[in-house]
Nanobody
Framework: QVQLVESGGGLVQAGGSLRLSCAAS????????MGWYRQAPGKQRELVAR???????NYADSVKGRFTISRDNAKNTVYLQMNSLKPEDTAVYYC?????????WGQGTQVTVSS
């Protein structure tokens, strides 16, 4: 099974930046999708960004132009570069891994953006 370890969350002022990382290990099928979801109190978990093993990306409209998702397939790691952060970005961010047989989640990392 695949294991996901997230890092990079923290507290930042509005307008600042953070970079999240999620490293996958284990039995990984080469064709897969990794992504970031977030959940704020009182809100449903939502997609932030995702990227396929082939490099195709999707972003939530709310983060387009501010966030960039990337991956290093050699390291089985996905990154989320978050720039121009807003208080509305405050949430627990979860890494997701999906392939033919697995749909797994990281432990979550808190991102707090102060105004």
């Amino acid at each position: 099974q695949v294991q996901l370890v997230e890092s990079g969350g923290g507290l930042v002022q509005a307008g600042g930046s953070l970079r999240l990382s999620c490293a996958a290990s284990g039995r990984i099928f080469s064709i897969n999708t990794m992504g970031w979801y977030r959940q704020a109190p009182g809100k449903q978990r939502e997609l932030v960004a995702r990227i396929t093993s082939g490099g195709t990306t999707n972003y939530a409209d709310s983060v387009k132009g501010r966030f960039t998702i990337s991956r290093d397939n050699a390291k089985n790691t996905v990154y989320l570069q978050m720039n121009s952060l807003k208080p509305e970005d405050t949430a627990v961010y979860y890494c997701n891994f999906n392939d033919w047989v697995q749909d797994l989640w990281g432990q979550g990392t808190q991102v707090t953006v102060s105004s």
